[in-house]
């Protein structure tokens, strides 16, 4: 015989013997689902992972933001994307290449760490109500319904970034101002007071100001809709590859 016990993150089977000579005893066997994380750890994980990512790779993304806007208003005259890099390097120096990494750090704390958080406790759950490992497709949803949340929850500042990205590429005031190229139309005559001040010291604060008043809250959330069909299939399939991978590499240990 033996009985089922929930402690924690765990749950503990005890068989229990009995014969004439001993009192009735037990033998434990743990059932527990290994590497699982507490939420707290899961949001820690998920924020460091998403930090050290962003620093390592932001000079680059800060250049392929700033070829997509050169060839969306066709003036990619120097054209590569060694050339923009060399430029922002020569232009502004280290500090350059690093241009709207606030918004963005500020961003990625909370979007992988929620997403990391969320993702981890819903496979948990699922394995604590029905005692198995996810399937596939369980992952998959787990993994959509991170990016779900993490996209629509850190998009303001996604927006504030891009912004940032494309100052003195893209004019912040102007017929050539970006909300006219990427879209939309400048709504207050204090927008372009702001950009002014925002082509001398593109901030993040200034950044945003600029943005709220140049298309109001709408503006924080432009294109938000594709980041709700984007984001949670790429999650899905990014966390999903990452477990399949993981356990076909440790095979004697649950993920």
């Given amino acids: 015989h033996f009985l089922t016990v929930e402690e924690g993150n765990e749950t503990k089977q005890h068989w229990l013997l009995a014969d004439q000579d001993t009192p009735r005893r037990s033998m434990t066997k743990r059932i527990t689902r290994t590497g699982s994380l507490t939420p707290f750890e899961s949001l820690i994980s998920g924020m460091t992972a998403g930090a050290v990512s962003v ?34 390097y020569t232009e502004g120096g280290f ?13 990625i704390l909370p979007y992988s760490g929620v997403a990391f958080t969320i993702n981890e406790q819903a ?19 787990c993994g959509a319904l991170a990016g779900l949340v993490a996209q629509s929850m850190t998009y303001p500042l996604e927006v504030t970034r891009r912004r940032m990205q494309t100052i003195g590429i893209v004019q912040a005031a102007g017929t050539d ?79």
């Fill in 55 to 88: 620093l390592a790779t932001y000079p680059l993304d800060l250049t392929r933001a700033q070829l997509a806007v050169l060839k969306k208003k066709k003036k990619d005259k120097s054209g590569s994307f060694v050339a923009v890099l060399t430029r922002n």
């Fill in 95 to 107: 500090k350059g290449l690093y241009r709207g990494i606030s918004p963005t750090l500020l961003g």
């Fill in 123 to 141: 496979k948990k759950k699922i394995f604590d109500v029905t005692g198995r490992e996810p399937t596939t497709i369980e992952r998959m949803q």
């Fill in 177 to 255: 101002a970006a909300v006219n190229v990427l879209g939309g139309t400048i709504r207050t005559s204090k927008a372009h007071r702001v950009a002014q001040i925002l082509e001398k010291d593109p901030t993040m604060m200034a950044t945003l100001t600029h943005v709220l008043r140049e298309q109001g809250i709408r503006g924080l959330f432009k294109g938000v809709s594709m980041n709700w069909v984007k984001g949670p299939v790429a999650f899905s399939i990014s966390f999903t590859t990452f477990d399949i991978i993981k356990k076909k590499l440790t095979p004697d240990s649950a993920t």
